[in-house]
């Protein structure tokens, strides 16, 4: 079972010391930080409302992304993967005054631009209110704005679970829904001709069906994933 530690800085210079720190001595497989837009200099914190200052976090975060791209960059690979993984929330936010473009912008400067890997940008969930309280679980989606290991301005989805079922707990992600939903748009799973559909010779009557089959059937699951790969990228997973 992992182990999640959670820190709460009081200032944004406090959270990118701890960033560092971690990154420094690789104490953690996975960082995420929540969120950019959250977190306030301690400048504003001591000085008057009044005393403002331009691009006071654009200039801080600018550092900070300089800072642990560098101690990426010297981070040693080993048979566990090569070193943490950063996460970086944002929100977005709009320019003001502006006519011809993209008014939207955000916060932190755009450093994290030019440092990031891959960026993601995921819309918010549209639903009737009224059907909200019943929901269990929501589609959301976005564009791969950026990515350095593949192709980007891919568009993308996934299946959020809002309520603790059987199946899954809350705020879980359905996996074998989109693994399945990818196979059908790479003609890996095939829709018969009269009803149902079939995957690698095997007959299901729904897409539910294989869903749960993926879920229940560790191969089956493993099967799909590696011919979703192999279609996409064109990569050969021999095995786990």
Do not use: H
């Amino acid at each position: 079972m992992a182990n999640v530690t959670m820190v709460r800085p009081e200032t944004a210079e406090e959270a990118i010391d701890i960033v560092k720190v971690a990154l420094n001595q690789q104490l953690f497989e996975l960082i995420v930080v929540d969120s950019i837009a959250q977190l306030v200099p301690s400048t504003e914190l001591e000085l008057s409302s009044e005393d403002w200052q331009m691009g006071l976090a654009a200039r801080l975060f600018n550092k900070a992304y300089r800072q642990w791209n560098a101690t990426l960059s010297k981070r040693s690979c080993n048979m566990m993967g090569c070193g943490p993984t950063v996460i970086v929330l944002n929100q977005m936010r709009y320019k003001i005054g502006i006519v011809y473009g993209d008014p939207r912008t955000l916060p932190g400067g755009q450093q994290q631009i030019y440092c990031s890997s891959i960026i993601l940008y995921t819309r918010s969930a549209s639903y009737n209110s009224k059907e909200q309280a019943d929901m269990e679980s929501v589609e959301l989606g976005g564009i791969v704005y950026k990515n350095k290991s593949y192709v980007p301005r891919q568009n993308y989805s996934f299946s959020l679970q809002l309520k603790n079922t059987a199946e899954a707990k809350a705020g879980q992600i359905d996996n074998e829904k989109q693994l399945v939903k990818r196979g059908k748009e790479l003609r890996l799973v095939i829709k018969n001709a009269g009803t149902g559909y079939s995957f690698a010779g095997v007959e299901y009557r729904t897409l539910e069906e294989l869903e749960n089959a993926c879920k229940n059937t560790e191969a089956i699951k493993f099967k799909l994933w590696r011919s979703v790969v192999a279609a996409s990228v064109g990569c050969v997973v021999q095995g786990w």
